[in-house]
């Protein structure tokens, strides 16, 4: 067990629709980031949060936003889903030995 | 941005051999640099990782080795086990104040008994 936790394991939805996923980092941990893996574009980054302020963004889609709140969990917002949305979502945290990434268990969505 | 290739793709060991995963990345600032492991349908596990001040790190079967001149990195499981059966990821960090993993594509290692 990581200490990183997300909620929901699993997620089924239809083409259209908005879903927000949910992660609480390590305590202690400052920094947050999504990743999204699919079986075609593999392990791939999406943003970074510390302490509140977005820090870096990858190849995150314009209809996909995250925050992080002041008790540092963050929330990552997927809207407008097509089926190529479908893939695994981690969140991940680090904290003093910042580049070491601790990843939850992921969410699975499914969109249909 | 960071690319990184890693190889082989695939490779099965028997029980009792060693492993060996290569890894090269093309940011010459790059300087942490982790694998992971991943059961299936699991979360990426860090397993080892090595900063740039240092070529080798080593801990119990598991050592990874570092050639910053050449770009590459690379993991060594020795006496495998089929509990070590998974898929393993390298994950360089871009340089220069970011915190940005790279994944590999991965390497699905099949230890047979």
């Known amino acids: 067990d990581s200490g990183v936790t997300q909620t929901p394991k699993h997620l089924i939805t239809a083409t259209g629709q908005r879903v927000t996923l949910r992660c609480s980092p390590r305590?202690?941990?400052?920094?947050v980031y999504w990743y999204q893996q699919s079986l075609d574009q593999g392990l791939q980054f999406l943003i970074h949060?510390?302490?509140?302020?977005?820090?870096a963004k990858g190849n995150i889609l314009e209809r996909f936003s995250a925050q992080q709140f002041p008790d540092l969990h963050s929330e990552l917002n997927l809207s407008s889903l097509e089926l190529g949305d479908s893939a695994l979502y981690f969140c991940?945290?680090?904290?003093?030995?910042?580049?070491?990434?601790?990843f939850g268990p992921g969410t699975r969505l499914l969109v249909l | 941005g960071e690319n990184v290739e890693q190889h082989p793709s695939t490779l099965s060991v028997q029980e009792g051999d060693s492993a060996v995963i290569k890894c090269t990345y093309s940011?010459?600032?790059?300087?942490?640099f982790p694998w992971y492991k991943q059961e299936l349908g699991k979360r990426p596990q860090l397993i080892i990782d090595?900063?740039?001040?240092?070529g080798e790190k080593k801990d119990q079967r598991i050592a990874v080795t570092l050639n910053k001149t050449a770009k590459h990195f690379s993991l060594h499981i020795t006496e495998t086990q089929p509990e070590d059966s998974a898929v393993y990821f390298c994950?360089?960090?871009?340089?220069?104040?970011?915190?940005?993993?790279?994944f590999g594509k991965g390497t699905k290692l099949s230890v047979i008994p």
């Open positions: 991940a945290s680090s904290g003093g030995t910042r580049e070491t990434q601790y």
């Open positions: 949060y510390y302490n509140g302020e977005e820090r």
């Open positions: 305590s202690g941990d400052l920094s």
């Open positions: 090595i900063r740039s001040n240092v």
């Open positions: 940011d010459s600032a790059s300087n942490y």
């Open positions: 994950a360089p960090l871009s340089g220069a104040g970011s915190y940005q993993l790279t």
